[in-house]
Nanobody, 123 residues
Framework: VQLVESGGGLVQTGESLRLSCATS????????MGWFRQVPGKERESVAV????????YYADSVRGRFTISSDIAENTVILQMNNLQPEDTGIYYC?????????????????WGYGTQVTVSS
């Protein structure tokens, strides 16, 4: 099983980034996929989740309306489009996969994780 994130970087407030997570080794189309953010001293929190099974999504209140999660089943890839980035969006973003057939937002439900990609938003 592999999850490899890409697309992080340093941007200014109001700019956009597109994170991509390429996956392999598991039946992607049946999994729940999540993007989590971690900052020093805080727990890893879910920012966006997509159930490939029923296409339902979840967004944290802090990103709703600015971030969009989507998946490309043919490419086994999950995307996080992040617009109007703010300094509080700074952190390491992790892609994760859960065998749950529904949207789950707690990190404990996710069995597979990528190594993360750094997103830094300067003010």
């Amino acid at each position: 099983v592999q999850l490899v994130e890409s697309g992080g970087g340093l941007v200014q407030t109001g700019e956009s980034l597109r994170l991509s997570c390429a996956t392999s080794g598991f039946p992607f189309e049946y999994y729940c996929m999540g993007w989590f953010r971690q900052v020093p001293g805080k727990e890893r929190e879910s920012v966006a989740v997509l159930s490939n099974n029923d296409k339902l999504t979840y967004y944290a209140d802090s990103v709703r309306g600015r971030f969009t999660i989507s998946s490309d089943i043919a490419e086994n890839t999950v995307i996080l489009q992040m617009n109007n980035l703010q300094p509080e969006d700074t952190g390491i973003y992790y892609c994760a996969a859960s065998t749950m057939a529904i949207v789950v937002t707690t990190a404990d439900w996710y069995e597979h994780w990528g190594y993360g990609t750094q997103v830094t938003v300067s003010s």
